[in-house]
């Protein structure tokens, strides 16, 4: 058994919603970070003889836009394109130990494109709550080109630059509660 096997023991976990999130962040303009969290999502690990797997799946609509003008634009087939593609997946493919790092590798599905992506990886000491369940936490983060998976729209500033960055954060941080 390798070291990645050995961080968590046998068995099937799953998100505890409450202690995760799913969100993104993409430079605005040249000046800030725009960011949105995932109200829906569903995420599992899964710790066999065989390795480690991971999955999740975010329903695109779920999309925290806190701007009701802007909502529909990122709802829209310019960005996540929701009523042709209602999820964002993942499945990973490996978790290797690189060094003293830890790497995910996986294929993302958003807007109907897949590609591979690879995540540095944080996977924390499993606990025991209060009530008896046994936790652990893993922690994704990645950059993606929004271009990559058709997210093309742009619109050029007066005075040079974009509105909107092509790298993409993506940060997952999941809090896993041991299926009894």
């Known amino acids: 058994m390798s070291v990645v096997e050995q961080l968590v023991p046998a068995g099937t976990w799953n ?11 993409v430079q605005h303009m040249g000046a800030s970070m725009f960011g949105a969290s995932f109200r829906d999502y569903e995420a599992s690990l899964v710790s066999a003889p065989e390795g480690l797997a991971l999955r999740g799946t975010v329903r ?4 925290d836009v806190q701007d009701d003008q802007l909502r529909p634009h990122v709802m829209s087939p310019e960005f996540l394109d929701v009523e ?3 999820e964002l997946t993942f499945r990973s493919t ?29 996977v ?5 709550d209060p009530f008896g369940n046994e936790r652990v936490a893993v922690a994704l983060e990645t950059v993606v080109d929004r271009t990559d998976f058709g997210l093309g ?14 790298e993409v954060k993506l940060v997952v941080s999941l809090e896993l509660i041991k299926e009894a």
């Open 153 to 166: 729209w742009q619109m050029d500033l007066p005075r040079g630059g974009v509105v909107l960055a092509n």
């Open 60 to 63: 695109a609509e779920s999309c």
């Open 84 to 86: 042709r593609h209602p």
């Open 124 to 128: 924390g000491q499993p606990v025991e």
């Open 15 to 25: 998100a505890d919603k409450l202690h995760s999130s799913v969100r993104f962040e």
């Open 94 to 122: 490996a978790f290797r130990q690189d060094g003293s790092d830890l790497v995910v590798e996986g294929e993302l599905t958003i807007a109907g494109t897949t590609r591979q992506v690879v995540a540095p990886a944080r």
